[in-house]
Structure formats: C-alpha cells, structure tokens
C-alpha cells in the first residue's frame, strides 16, 4: 500500500480561512493597544520632562533656554521622541507666562495634531 503524504487543496483553503478569520478579530484589537502603548508613552515622557524643567527652575531660578539644555545639564539623558510623530524635533514649547521670567522653555506638548483616544488632542496634554 502506498502512503498518502501532504494536504489537499481543500484542506489548506480551510486552514488558509481559519487564519483570515482569526487575523480580522485579533488585527483591531492590537491596533487599539498599539495605540494605548503609544499614549502611555506620551504621558509618562511629558511628565519626565515637566519634572526635568522644574527641577531646573528650582536649582537656576529660571527655565532653560532649550530642551538641549536639559541634556547638556544632565536632567535629562537624552530628549525623548514624541511617539506620536515618532520624532524628537517636534515636542512644542511653552514660553513662561511672565515676561520678565528668565529662559524660554516652561513647559512642553506633544507636535501632533491627532486626537487622543480620549477625544483630546495631543498637543493639549
């Protein structure tokens, strides 16, 4: 007797089925917490960095000049990149609401226009 091996064509359409049904219910749902990640990111970055420009302002009694300067002062290791925009150019600048205030930088926003799954946009966080 000779020994069958491999599938037949209507075994592997099946199978090849039951793959593309199991992808389009996982696929959103990875989405979704792609975008999650992406979020937590940015909150936990914006509050390193706000804390970094506080600690500044309370050993120099002023705001640093630039998010560089941060670095250069080692209160930072290095300028995050936005994980919206995937780059570290783009982080908004908040000059200080008094004028007479020394430095530039007071606080700082996410550079995307998008919309948080909150509803809110980034550059309001």
């Given amino acids: 007797m000779r020994l069958k091996r491999g599938f037949t064509l209507i075994e592997m359409l099946v199978v090849l089925a039951i793959l593309a049904l199991l992808m389009t219910i996982v696929t959103p749902k990875f989405m979704h917490m792609l975008q999650r990640?992406?979020?937590?990111?940015?909150?936990?970055?914006?509050?390193?960095?706000?804390?970094?420009?506080?600690?500044?302002?309370?050993?120099?009694?002023?705001y640093p000049e630039t998010l560089d300067e941060l670095v250069q002062?080692?209160?930072?290791?290095?300028?995050?990149?936005?994980?919206?925009?995937?780059?570290?150019?783009?982080?908004?600048?908040?000059?200080?609401?008094?004028?007479?205030?020394?430095?530039?930088?007071?606080?700082?926003?996410?550079?995307?226009?998008?919309?948080?799954?909150d509803g809110t946009p980034y550059a309001l966080w």
């Fill in 73 to 117: 002062r080692q209160y930072l290791k290095a300028i995050p990149p936005d994980p919206i925009t995937d780059r570290a150019d783009t982080w908004v600048i908040t000059l200080p609401p008094d004028i007479e205030e020394k430095g530039s930088v007071y606080d700082v926003h996410s550079g995307s226009n998008m919309i948080a799954e």
């Fill in 37 to 62: 990640a992406k979020e937590t990111t940015l909150r936990h970055d914006l509050l390193a960095m706000r804390d970094a420009i506080d600690k500044f302002y309370s050993d120099r009694n002023s």
